[in-house]
Every structure is written in structure tokens, then in C-alpha cells.
């Protein structure tokens, strides 16, 4: 059994309790001192909920999606996402782990430039080795259509507005099927059409089962979520 068969095993049987942070801690030493990104942040997200975390520029909103991802690691506390507690994990399995538990969406959609929107969509199903090459493609056409933008599967992502590109990029966090997406404010650089469609979509996401967290500064997009929590100085000081 390998790394990957062994997270999906540790995902049966939990319970709703999907996410679970414990006095989560982030120190980063930058050059005017230690700055504490996160201070003591204790947080719990079910299975099926719609959570968007709200807060002032440097309250520590991207330093805690971070965290749950794996994309940056604690000073200290403790991170369980689907079973794994993922503070103990090395660079090499963070990556598998993320793989088939999270789909990350951000804000500059960060498509592949030489790449066309099927292969972007593709990609995460390649780099972790799921599905046969023909499963893979039919898997992106299909996500493709989900979101609307299969008549542009051929195109390179600079042929496509900000609004399909974002699609794209919801579409490629779905292809390997994990049970989050965590969005780093996912309509910051969208018009207003645009950005209703891409929430649209998260609610549809949502009703299918999926858990959603959302870093946004906008107050009427986080009232769209099911819960929202407040940060302030790298605290929770409200849920809601």
C-alpha cells in the first residue's frame, strides 16, 4: 500500500470533524523582528461546511489557509486535516497528501502559461499518478463541462478572460476529487459577473458534499458562506 492509499484509508471512518487546529502557532523571523503571523488559534471544520475567514490585511487570514494546506508549516500546535495529523508530515508527503485531500484555488489563478486549460486540468492526475492517461483526459473534459468552459479546453490560459481562467483553476482543483478546496480570495480579480458565477459554482460544490474554506476580505461574499470566522492579530475573535 503505498503513501496516498494509506491517507485515503485514514479518511474512512473519521468523524465530521474534517479539520481540526490545536493553539496553532506561526513566528516568522523577517528582517525588522519575529512577526507572530498566528497566536494560539484553536478551530474546528465539518465535513460539508462553507467557511469563509475574514479579517484586516496581516491578521493572519493566508498564513492559516497556509496551515491547513500544507503549504507553509507551524512554529507550533497541531494540524489535522482528514485524519492526518499534517504538521508531521516532510515536504515529500505534504505534496502527495495535498494532492488527494485539497484543492487549492488562488486568487492570480496560477495556471500553467504553455500549457493548454485541459492539460492544466489534468495536471494534478498526472503528477499523482491517478487514472489511466485516456481516464485522465476524459476525467478534465468532464470537469470542464461542469463548469461551462469545455469549448475552450485547447486553448492556452491567456486566450481566456479572468472569469474562465478562475473556472479553469476551480476545475483543476476538482480533478483528483478531494473532499476540501481552499480559495485564497477567488474573486479578487474578477468583475462582479464573474464573481458570482465562481461562488455559484462553490455552492454547487457544497450541496455535492464538498468542504470549502475561503480567505476573502470582501463582507458581502463572506456572508455567502455557511460560517464565518473573524481573525485579528493572528486570533480567532469571533465565530459565526
Not at 33 to 46: C, H, K, Q, R
Request: aromatic share 4%.
Amino acid at each position: 500500500m503505498n503513501d496516498i492509499d494509506n491517507m485515503n484509508e485514514n479518511m474512512v471512518g473519521q468523524s465530521t470533524k474534517l479539520i481540526e487546529l490545536h493553539q496553532l502557532v506561526k513566528i516568522y523571523d523577517t528582517s525588522a523582528g519575529f512577526f507572530t503571523a498566528l497566536d494560539g488559534v484553536d478551530l474546528t471544520i465539518e465535513k460539508g461546511e462553507f467557511v469563509s475567514i475574514v479579517g484586516k490585511s496581516g491578521s493572519g487570514k493566508t498564513t492559516l489557509i497556509n496551515m491547513v494546506t500544507g503549504i507553509d508549516q507551524p512554529t507550533s500546535g497541531e494540524i489535522f486535516v482528514a485524519g492526518t495529523a499534517v504538521h508531521t508530515l516532510n515536504e515529500n508527503q505534504i505534496a502527495n497528501w495535498r494532492g488527494v485531500t485539497i484543492g487549492v484555488v488562488f486568487q492570480f489563478f496560477q495556471l500553467l502559461p504553455t500549457l493548454t486549460v485541459l492539460e492544466n486540468v489534468r495536471l494534478p492526475m498526472d503528477f499523482c499518478n491517478i487514472h489511466s492517461r485516456e481516464e485522465r483526459t476524459r476525467r478534465a473534459i468532464n470537469l470542464l463541462e461542469l463548469i461551462g468552459i469545455a469549448e475552450h479546453a485547447n486553448k492556452l490560459p491567456s486566450r481566456l478572460s479572468g472569469g474562465y481562467q478562475q473556472r479553469a483553476a476551480i476545475a483543476r482543483a476538482l480533478a483528483n476529487d478531494p473532499p476540501i478546496i481552499a480559495t485564497d480570495e477567488p474573486t479578487g480579480n474578477l468583475d462582479s459577473r464573474s464573481a458570482e458565477v465562481v461562488i455559484h459554482l462553490f455552492d454547487e460544490l457544497v450541496e455535492k458534499g464538498k468542504t470549502i474554506l475561503m480567505v476573502t476580505h470582501d463582507a458581502e461574499l463572506s456572508r455567502r458562506a455557511m460560517r464565518t470566522i473573524h481573525l485579528a492579530d493572528g486570533k480567532v475573535i469571533r465565530k459565526n
